[in-house]
């Protein structure tokens, strides 16, 4: 048990000085002291230590959420830099802590202060100052750290547990239409066919990976040659190339998925193998020099070019303060709403949601149809299910002997 008890002692003028001071023996069987000025917050502490005792979640004063968040940093570092873990989730981290976290009072808590109240209170200071997916990444981050924390015992218990950050309603994805799509096919042959004044099938066959497998786009750059099985006619995704060119595995286990394509698709991306650079890394869209190809580079050269061929951007001549002209291609949409077409395309033929989450690589069911549940809707194919149960019973009715008297 915790007890308080006053302390006086002499200044060097001669008057008395006094305060209290709180005694306890921790789990661990050493005593440890802390000294008050009023009673009053004396036995606030002791109360709150005699509770955490008795539940066996006591743990001293030490790190604060800045120095927890600040350790975790560091050991993540040294991980990415041994290359156990990648370097965008490093940055990540790092860029969730230092805006969000260590910007706003709860990094100035110690961690055995921290409570639950404290926690809601920073989650909805995230809902209310960040969009609902950035809340979310950093609130989970901030789990993160604590889990980390408790691994060291800095923290005993999760003051998490059954707090969650608001989504909020989600946006639409803006899934472009099906002429939209047939021009873009048409623009990126026609972009082969002018290449360098010869025939090449890049922008085809990249079109067409992206289009029909869904890929995101640091799955596309880091896409290997091999992963295409054109005899199955179906492609494999198990690494990812981040922004700096460095390639690694994708970041989870659902992300590792296979694809099924279509014979067209395979055709385009069988057409590029034979023109497609040698590369150490045997990459199937490499840069000329066999090499990951920067995001920008892909977006600039090949992408912007080919929205203009298919009529699906728009190019302007501005001039800057120097005199220089300067042109602006604003596409009609980006790289990754062809993401969006593959998932729209998959439903339409008939996909469940479960079949949607395995090729899109999506973290789970609830994810799927949170983003693409409304593609499913059918009112017709309702309306006739709708008919067919009453239908089911009428039928029963009919068919149903009487009852004996």
């Known amino acids: 048990m915790a007890s308080v008890s006053k302390r006086t002692w002499p200044t060097g003028a001669g008057k008395l000085n006094s305060s209290w001071l709180l005694r306890y023996v921790d789990q661990a069987g050493k005593e440890r002291r802390r000294q008050f000025s009023t009673k009053r917050e004396a036995d606030a502490e002791r109360i709150r230590i005699e509770g955490a005792l008795s539940q066996g979640t006591h743990v001293p004063?030490?790190?604060?959420v800045r120095g927890a968040a600040e350790s975790f940093l560091d050991h993540f570092e040294v991980l990415y830099r041994k290359g156990k873990k990648q370097r965008s989730t490093y940055r990540a981290y790092e860029q969730h802590v230092r805006l969000?976290?260590?910007a706003r009072n709860i990094a100035h808590i110690p961690l055995a202060r921290l409570t639950p109240a404290d926690c809601a209170e920073f989650a909805e200071e995230l809902e209310v100052d960040l969009s609902g997916p950035m809340a979310l990444r950093v609130f989970g981050t901030f789990k993160t750290i604590l889990r980390y924390s408790r691994r060291h015992q800095w923290i005993l218990?999760?003051?998490t547990h059954g707090i969650k950050v608001e989504r909020g309603d989600r946006p639409r994805v803006k899934i472009p239409s099906k002429s939209d799509l047939i021009a873009l096919l048409a623009g990126?042959?026609?972009f082969d066919e002018q290449a360098l004044g010869e025939k090449n099938k890049k922008a085809h066959a990249f079109v067409s990976s992206l289009l029909f497998a869904g890929l995101r786009m640091s799955e596309q750059r880091g896409l290997p040659r091999g992963n295409?099985?054109?005899?199955?006619?179906?492609?494999?995704v198990n690494q990812r190339a981040?922004?700096?060119?460095?390639?690694?595995?994708v970041k989870t286990k659902k992300s590792e998925r296979t694809i099924p394509l279509p014979d067209r698709a395979i055709a385009a991306i069988k057409a590029w193998m034979s023109w497609a650079p040698r590369s150490d890394q045997d990459l199937l869209f490499p840069n000329g020099r066999g090499k990951v190809d920067f995001y920008q580079n892909v977006y600039r050269r090949l992408w912007l070019p080919v929205m203009l061929l298919a009529g699906l951007a728009t190019k302007t001549t501005k001039v800057d303060r120097q005199g220089r002209e300067k042109v602006e291609i604003k596409p009609k949409f980006g790289m990754h709403a062809l993401r969006h077409a593959a998932v729209s395309l998959w439903i339409e033929q008939g996909a469940n949601p479960l079949q949607v989450q395995k090729w899109a690589g999506h973290s789970s069911v609830q994810f799927t149809l949170d983003v693409y549940g409304h593609l499913w809707n059918d009112p017709v194919g309702d309306a006739r299910i709708a008919e067919g149960a009453a239908q089911s019973l009428a039928n029963h009715d009919i068919s149903r002997p009487s009852d004996p008297e």
Do not use: F, N, S
């Not at 004063?61 to 604060?64: A, E, I, L, M, S």
């Not at 295409?228 to 494999?236: M, N, P, S």
């Not at 981040?242 to 595995?249: N, S, V």
């Open 188 to 190: 990126a042959k026609k």
């Open 242 to 249: 981040d922004c700096w060119r460095e390639i690694g595995r």
């Open 157 to 159: 218990v999760d003051p």
């Open 100 to 102: 969000h976290i260590l």
């Open 61 to 64: 004063d030490g790190k604060t």
């Open 228 to 236: 295409v099985d054109v005899e199955r006619r179906c492609v494999t």
